[in-house]
């Protein structure tokens, strides 16, 4: 899942400052669960700016925000408001903002901040999971990324600076490779740490990417 968080109030009035007419969109996913985009976050978004004098021609829960094709339909029934709208505010992350951006020709700002693909502990809670490197070492590190769950992205073992299970970089995190050791060693998998990994091959993460399926039949 994407997280994201809401930006300060006054940023986004700052870039609504010259738009009077506002469209609201919001992402029916990510956003949603976040507590940043889904309707209850939009209204209260609308409140909020009329209260500052703005005018919300209308809003959109996007299904979701991030589907070019998708989001090109669903904005189709605001196709009156947007000629008058001065601003569209979305309220996705920014993959789904500037997917917003790309179909319209007024601007789009960001209510949000984007944080990290992560997982949901619970509901508010969020930890950082993957940093998408495109190229995924959970196959032989137990399920926990290196790169990612340690603050060096090492890939060969610990860097010994660890105190009391602990990271030197971050002290309220778990030193990732004390955890890859005792998972692979409950999986009976110890011999993972034998072979000697490559480099990352930062090729394969140079941004920005594009997977088209359609190549690969």
């Not at 969109?25 to 939009?42: P, R, Y």
């Not at 917003?100 to 007024?106: D, E």
């Not at 960001?110 to 509901?123: C, H, K, L, M």
């Not at 299970?165 to 034998?194: H, M, Q, R, S, T």
């Amino acid at each position: 899942m994407i997280i994201s968080e809401k930006k300060p109030f006054e940023e986004v009035l700052g870039y609504l400052k010259d738009s009077k007419k506002v469209i609201l969109t919001g992402c029916s996913l990510c956003a949603s669960t976040c507590k940043v985009g889904g309707e209850e976050e939009v209204l209260e978004m609308k409140t909020k700016l009329e209260e500052n004098g703005k005018v919300v021609l209308g809003y959109k829960i996007l299904d979701p925000s991030c589907n070019l094709l998708k989001t090109r339909k669903d904005l189709k029934a605001l196709k009156e408001e947007l000629k008058e709208a001065d601003a569209v505010l979305s309220m996705a992350c920014g993959d789904g903002t500037q997917t917003v951006a790309k179909l319209l020709k007024i601007p789009v700002y960001p209510a949000n901040n984007t944080s990290f693909i992560g997982e949901v502990e619970r509901v508010g809670q969020y930890k950082e999971a993957c940093k998408a490197c495109g190229n995924c070492q959970l196959g032989w590190s137990g399920g926990i990324c290196p790169i990612t769950m340690c603050a060096k992205g090492l890939l060969n073992g610990p860097c010994g600076g660890a105190r009391d299970g602990k990271c030197e970089v971050d002290p309220e995190n778990d030193c990732a490779w004390i955890l890859i050791y005792n998972k692979l060693k409950e999986l009976n998998k110890l011999d993972n740490l034998l072979e000697i990994r490559e480099p990352r091959d930062y090729q394969v993460n140079a941004h920005p990417r594009k997977v088209d399926l359609r190549d690969k039949e």
